[in-house]
């Protein structure tokens, strides 16, 4: 897997690159959003459809978009960062899984839990951004 995530890695830093594509490099965050909008949509409508021979490149143009983003983000994260946040936030949301916590009984009590988790996540973060606010007007 991970040969393929960096050949994909190296093509979007050259696309991006001082010889790259002047397209791709005139891009920002927000120029990208429709064009990301249109290949979730085309990926669901290839899911929903069933038509599996064009969800492997559905799939393909988001992990584009992700990369891409990620590039353009170079200064704030990168694709091992996200990679890494996503991994950690998927084992904190399942501690049934990868915790101590028991085993539920079914998948209503996962998603109860998970709720309140990630209720707790947005609660701990909206302290922690008040607290650099109070810290910046010192």
């Avoid at 991970?2 to 490099?25: E, H, N, Q, S, Y």
């Avoid at 704030?76 to 028991?102: D, I």
Wanted: hydrophobic share 40%; with cysteine; proline share 3%.
């Amino acid at each position: 897997m991970a040969g393929g995530i960096r050949k994909l890695d190296a093509v979007v830093a050259k696309l991006l690159g001082p010889k790259g594509c002047p397209w791709d490099r005139e891009q920002t965050h927000k120029s990208l959003i429709p064009y990301l909008r249109e290949e979730s949509a085309e990926l669901a409508d290839a899911l929903r459809g069933g038509r599996w021979h064009e969800i492997e490149d559905e799939l393909g143009d988001l992990l584009f978009h992700i990369l891409f983003h990620a590039r353009l983000g170079k200064r704030r994260f990168n694709f091992n960062t996200v990679a890494e946040s996503q991994a950690n936030k998927l084992m904190r949301r399942h501690p049934h899984v990868f915790g101590r916590t028991r085993a539920f009984k079914d998948s209503k009590e996962v998603l109860e839990n998970w709720k309140e988790i990630k209720a707790g996540e947005r609660a701990l973060r909206a302290r922690e951004v008040a607290a650099r606010e109070r810290q910046g007007r010192r």
